[in-house]
């Protein structure tokens, strides 16, 4: 979409090209990335108004996995469709069963995911998902 979303076509989902804080313009994604806490994630994703939608929602380490491209690295996200994502944790909206202080995360410079602590501060970046219309 030219408004910076992209709907993969593999999944249904509608994603923000852009991280949060970021802003999409001239076709790319400028401005610093923001990192928060997992709290702060799911609260972010709660009030955000993206393109006239108000269903964004912080994305389950599944749909967050299906967008890791593990033929590149640093990042290892399709740059073109996905431009200036840092290489870096991504959160994702799954707690983490092995620990009620971790959550899932995707780690985008090399495309693998591990558990951290929820209350990390000054915590992960965030790239938020909607479901297909």
Known sequence: HD?????????????QRCSLGQIWEQDSCTGDTSKYNWQQALQQADKNNFAGYSDWRLPNVEELRSIVAYDRYD???????FPNTLSSRYW?????AGGSINAWVVY???GYD????????????????????
Do not use: C, M, Q
Request: proline content about 6%; hydrophobic content about 30%.
């Open 3 to 15: 408004n910076g979303r992209v709907t993969d076509t593999k999944t249904g989902l509608i994603w």
């Open 108 to 110: 985008f410079n090399l």
């Open 92 to 96: 994702s909206s799954s707690p983490y």
């Open 75 to 81: 990042p290892a996200i399709n740059s073109s469709i």
């Open 114 to 133: 591990d558990a951290y602590d929820r209350g990390r501060n000054p915590g992960y970046a965030v790239r938020l998902v909607r479901s297909g219309e």
